[in-house]
């Protein structure tokens, strides 16, 4: 079976999706205590990396 690799952004992307799942995006982005627009451009594609207290944050793991 051949692995499909993924890039940063659909990363990014995933891990949003499965942290905000059972809520609104209104309090995911509390949550986090990121900027929406900031979160935005993660989904549009337009920001591909962060470092990895933001990926905590995304994630909710903080």
Not at 22 to 35: K, P
């Amino acid at each position: 079976m051949k692995r499909v690799k993924m890039n940063q952004s659909d990363e990014l992307i995933e891990t949003i999706r499965n942290a905000s799942s059972n809520m609104n995006f209104d309090d995911y982005v509390r949550a986090t205590g990121l900027e929406k627009e900031f979160i935005f451009s993660i989904l549009k594609g337009e920001i591909e990396e962060v470092d990895e207290a933001t990926r905590s944050k995304l994630s909710l793991k903080h």
